[in-house]
C-alpha cells in the first residue's frame, strides 16, 4: 500500500470513530470479489448482455402467473442462468466480514444495501435496510409481507397474500417497481440522523441510493467512498479509498481497533 492509501485508511478510521451515527451504503462490487458480476462497468451484467426490460414490474402485473412459470424455467436464459448460478455459489468475501466487525463493534448503525444476494446477512450482519430486496425472499406488493423464497410451493399462479390477498412477488425490485414504503421509510430516517457514510461498492448511479450520501454532505456529515474507480460521487467524498473493497475495508477495520485500543 502507499503511502496516500495508508493516510487515506488513517483519515477513514478517524472518521468512523468520531462520527455519532456512521451508515454504509453499499453497491454491487462489494460482492464482485465473491463471483457475482456488477451491473455497470468491464465484465459487468449489462455491459455484456444490455440492460433489462425497463418495464419488467409492468409486465409482471399484466401476467403475474406466466411471471411465477418463468421462475420455474430458469434454464430459458442461459446467460442469466450463468449470474443466477454465480449468485448461488457465492459466499462473503474479506469485505462483508469486515462491514460485519463494524457493526458488531457498534461503529456501524445500519447498513443500506442495493445488494439483493444476502451475502451481508451470511457475514453475520443483522442491521440491513436492503433497499432493493433480497433475492432469497417472497413479498406481497400491497402489505409488504414476506416469506422465504420457497414458502408457497406446490400452490396455484399466481400466489396471493395469505394476509390481505395482494399479489406476492420476488422481494428483488424490478424495473418500474416502486421501492417498498417501509425500507423507503427507513432508508430516509436513518440518512436524517447520520453524520458518516461509507460507500462501498457502488457507481453511484441509480436513485434514491445515490442521493443518499450528497444529503450526509448537504447537512454537514462526511462519507468515505470505497471503489477502485471514480464515480459522479468521487469530488463530494470527504476521504476515497481506491482500491477493493476485500482488501480496503478489513484494512480499515484494522485502524479502527487501533484507534480504540
Ligand atoms: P454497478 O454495477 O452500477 O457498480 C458497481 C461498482 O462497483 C462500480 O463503481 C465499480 O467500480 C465497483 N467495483 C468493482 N469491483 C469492486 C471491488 N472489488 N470493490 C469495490 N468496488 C468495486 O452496481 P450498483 O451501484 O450496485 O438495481 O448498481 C445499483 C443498482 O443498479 C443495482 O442495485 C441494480 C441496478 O439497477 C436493481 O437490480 C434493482
Redesign the pocket.
Known amino acids: 500500500m502507499n503511502d496516500d492509501t495508508e493516510r487515506a485508511l488513517d483519515e477513514a478510521a478517524r472518521l468512523l470513530v468520531e462520527s455519532r451515527h456512521v451508515l454504509a451504503l453499499v453497491?454491487?462490487?462489494?460482492s464482485?470479489?465473491s463471483g457475482v458480476p456488477?451491473?455497470?462497468?468491464p465484465g459487468?451484467l449489462w455491459t455484456k448482455l444490455g440492460e433489462p426490460s425497463m418495464n419488467g414490474y409492468q409486465e409482471f402485473l399484466g401476467d403475474p402467473a406466466r411471471w411465477w412459470r418463468e421462475q420455474q424455467d430458469q434454464q430459458a436464459d442461459p446467460d442469466r442462468t450463468e449470474f443466477r448460478e454465480a449468485i448461488e455459489r457465492a459466499e462473503p468475501n474479506p469485505?462483508h466480514y469486515a462491514l460485519a466487525d463494524l457493526e458488531r463493534m457498534g461503529i456501524l448503525k445500519m447498513t443500506i444495501t442495493?445488494?439483493?444476494d444476502d451475502l451481508h446477512a451470511r457475514a453475520g450482519q443483522e442491521l440491513l435496510a436492503e433497499i432493493?430486496g433480497n433475492r432469497t425472499r417472497l413479498r406481497c406488493i400491497t402489505c409488504e409481507s414476506r416469506w422465504p423464497r420457497d414458502h408457497f410451493h406446490g400452490q396455484d399462479y399466481p400466489i396471493h397474500c395469505p394476509e390481505c390477498r395482494g399479489l406476492v412477488k420476488s422481494d428483488?425490485?424490478?424495473?418500474g417497481e416502486p421501492i417498498p414504503r417501509g425500507v423507503l421509510d427507513l432508508c430516509f430516517s436513518q440518512t436524517e440522523m447520520c453524520d458518516c457514510m461509507i460507500v462501498?461498492?457502488?457507481?453511484?448511479?441509480?436513485y434514491p441510493?445515490a442521493s443518499f450520501p450528497q444529503t450526509v454532505r448537504e447537512r454537514g456529515g462526511a462519507f468515505i467512498e470505497?471503489?477502485?474507480?471514480p464515480?459522479p460521487l468521487s469530488p463530494l467524498a470527504n476521504v476515497v479509498l481506491r482500491g477493493?473493497?476485500?482488501q480496503m475495508l478489513p484494512a480499515l477495520v484494522e485502524r479502527v481497533k487501533a484507534l480504540r485500543r
Do not use: D, I, K
Not at 456488477?38 to 462497468?41: E, I, K, L, P, V
Open positions: 453497491g454491487a462490487g462489494l464482485a470479489e456488477t451491473f455497470r462497468g459487468g469485505g442495493q445488494n439483493v432493493h428483488t425490485v424490478m424495473f462501498c461498492g457502488t457507481s453511484a448511479t441509480v441510493a470505497a471503489n477502485p474507480n464515480t477493493q473493497n476485500g
